[in-house]
């Protein structure tokens, strides 16, 4: 099994930052890809940002040039979230595309962490 673990959520003004962090634990032979959801009240959960074990890159048109996704580890993301507008308050959840054994591959989710933006 498999777990992730957010943290660095929290009460922010427009225009200020915060990082998240993503712990990955638990049976894990690689991790493909590592990512960042959001889901606002009454909304879709939506794709904010994901990295290939490559180190390649995508991330939502609504966050570009102001989000990073980025790892320091094989088992570890973080996302770094600057110019925060009152629109990116939401619940981010950590998501893993993992395999686990050489014939098994699943995907993981965070508890998430709460962001908000206060205008």
């Known amino acids: 099994q498999v777990q992730l673990v957010e943290s660095g959520g929290g009460l922010v003004q427009a225009g200020g930052s915060l990082r998240l962090s993503c712990a990955a634990s638990?049976?894990?032979?690689?991790?493909?890809?590592l990512g960042w959801y959001r889901q606002a009240p009454g909304k879709q959960r939506e794709l904010v940002a994901s990295?290939?074990?490559?180190?390649?890159t995508n991330y939502a048109d609504s966050v570009k040039g102001r989000f990073t996704i980025s790892r320091d580890s094989a088992r570890k993301t973080y996302l770094q979230m600057n110019s925060l507008k009152p629109e990116d308050t939401a619940v981010y959840h950590c998501n893993a595309d993992v395999s686990d054994t050489p014939w098994h591959r699943d995907t993981y989710w965070g508890q998430g962490t709460q962001v908000t933006v206060s205008s």
């Open positions: 638990g049976t894990i032979l690689r991790i493909h890809k």
């Open positions: 990295i290939e074990s490559g180190g390649s």
